[in-house]
């Protein structure tokens, strides 16, 4: 059964910019700045990016789209608005899996957030200064094998959003990140500047942008699908809680639109600062996970006012967390609040407690946990790989059989056209065949494959 209305109105955004703000927020993370530089490193280079281009205009946006209409149409949490949507059907479970995805990215990702919040403060008492690999190298690895470390950091940042979180979507998250996004974009421009004019820097390049398809696997292709659901925050119900804060006039694709090339941009601009000048220095780009932490302080250091740029640089990437988690943790907090009726306060920090104990088992995956492994992988890397390669792409493929068969073309066109206001029925036409057969024949395929199901 459907909760009946909560009385007060619904906290929301209040301005357009709010809206972009936020959801961009959302989608720039340490997905920019970690994950796709690593993953681009790790699998070569130009061929991964064109993939997962295609990949986040086939598969991302539109579910994106898809998930911002069923949240402003339903105005609710993700279990609720699928309830309310389709009563007496089992669609709400794709948002259940959704709060579920959302412990799960939250459990490692507030725990690489503290290692990126904790360098911030190496960095700047000179502790990463060195160019050689083998001894930053060391400085994280004492980082990560230290228990009290990893999990004293986890709990500062869940500390830190959950006050943002506390304060409310408007007062907390939307002014939030309308402060913090054109500093992050800021920050990025002058490292990318730094690093592309390093002597030496075309090799990086030529990495980035020249393509080599040889490397190219199903598993290749599931990771760039993998890659393009988390970065655009889609799958699980995180815009679908967005969406239902959005305003009535708010233009649906649009906003979306701008949104997927304004993070795309960030990850370019990511990829720009890091590879010339990895390049440059002679470092090599297929480190992994570690690029961010080991590689690339020894390239700042190797840089003239490496010491400043590398500060910068942390505190860029700490800022692209901090929206993205925000709008982790609002899934769950919404579904407590408005679903069981409690104060947001309560949700947050019984949300926040749940989560310090799911997160402590990736916190102790490199030092007390570090043999505990399920499928052959640690708690750490078993929460990304479910999440992202599993639950993300399955939450989507759900989502768009959910607008495309059940909610239906006249509900969809009236959503995303305002009521006909917007006059973009023939992009809404078009999106939509492409949810209801192209988007889930893709995800569905490239699951399979990437698993290793099909051949
Ligand atoms: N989009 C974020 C990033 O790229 O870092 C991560 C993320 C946020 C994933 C919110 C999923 C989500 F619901």
Same mark, same amino acid.
């Given at each position: 059964?459907?909760?009946? #209305?909560? &009385?007060? =109105?619904?906290?929301?955004? @209040? ?32 061929? %991964? ?5 295609? *990949? ?10 898809? #998930? ?14 699928? !309830?309310?949507? &389709? ?15 959302? +412990? ?12 990126? %919040? ?13 160019? !050689? ?16 470390? *990893? ?15 506390? &304060? ?8 939030? $990140? ?13 490292? *990318? ?47 679908? @809680? ?13 906003? /979306? @639109? ?34 961010? %932490? ?12 490496? !010491?400043? +740029? ?27 609040? #408005? ?30 946990? /570090? #043999?505990? =492994? ?25 989502? *768009?059989? %959910?607008?495309?068969? !059940? ?8 959503? /995303? $056209? ?12 078009? +999106? +939509? ?21 099909? &051949?």
């Amino acid at each position: 059964m459907i909760a009946s #209305e909560p &009385a007060r =109105k619904r906290d929301g955004f @209040t301005t357009s910019l709010g809206v972009m703000a936020a959801t961009l927020g959302s989608a720039v993370g340490l997905g920019n700045i970690w994950k796709f530089p690593y993953l681009t490193g790790m699998n070569g280079g130009a061929a %991964f990016i064109i993939i997962y281009l295609l *990949c986040t205009l086939l598969v991302g946006l539109p579910v994106m789209i898809t #998930e911002l209409i069923i949240g402003r149409t339903a105005r609710a949490d993700a279990v609720t608005s699928l !309830q309310k949507l &389709a009563p007496g059907t089992p669609w709400w479970l794709i948002g259940a899996a959704g709060v579920l995805s959302a +412990f799960l990215i939250l459990g490692f990702y507030t725990e690489v957030a503290g290692w990126v %919040f904790a360098y911030i403060f190496k960095a700047a008492r000179g502790m990463l200064s060195s160019t !050689q690999p083998l001894v930053t190298s060391k400085v994280f690895g004492n980082m990560v094998s230290n228990p009290v470390e *990893c999990l004293v950091w986890q709990w500062i940042v869940l500390a830190f959003i959950s006050v943002i979180i506390i &304060a409310g979507v408007s007062k907390g998250i939307e002014r939030m $990140t309308k402060r913090l996004m054109p500093l992050l974009f800021a920050l990025l421009l002058i490292v *990318c500047v730094r690093s592309l004019t390093l002597p030496g820097a075309a090799r990086g390049l030529t990495f980035l942008f020249k393509p080599d398809f040889s490397k190219v696997t199903g598993t290749t292709i599931l990771t760039a699908m993998g890659l393009s659901f988390f970065k655009l925050s889609v799958g699980m119900g995180t815009m679908t @809680t967005y969406g239902s804060y959005f305003r009535e006039e708010q233009n649906i694709p649009a906003t /979306a @639109t701008k949104v997927m090339l304004a993070d795309v941009l960030v990850s370019i601009l990511a990829g720009l600062a890091i590879f010339p000048a990895v390049y440059a220095f002679g470092f090599e780009p297929d480190a992994g996970p570690k690029l961010l %932490f080991i590689t690339i302080p020894a390239v700042f250091t190797s840089m003239p006012f490496g !010491q400043v +740029f590398m500060v910068l640089f942390f505190i860029l990437a700490a800022i692209a967390a901090t929206g993205a988690m925000l709008s982790l943790l609002e899934v769950p907090v919404a579904f407590l609040n #408005e679903r069981l009726g409690w104060s947001r306060s309560i949700s947050t920090i019984l949300t926040a407690i749940s989560l310090a104990l799911v997160g402590s088992t990736a916190a102790l995956s490199n030092s007390t946990l /570090a #043999e505990f =492994k399920i499928m052959g992988k640690t708690m750490f890397d078993l929460f990304d790989f479910l999440s992202s390669n599993v639950l993300l792409p399955l939450g989507g493929l759900f989502l *768009c059989l %959910f607008i495309g068969w !059940q909610f239906g073309f006249k509900n969809t066109v009236a959503s /995303a $056209t305002n009521h006909g206001a917007l006059h973009n029925e023939a992009i809404v036409t078009l +999106f +939509f065949w492409i949810v209801r057969l192209v988007t889930p024949i893709s995800v569905l395929i490239v699951l399979l494959n990437g698993l290793g199901i099909i &051949a």
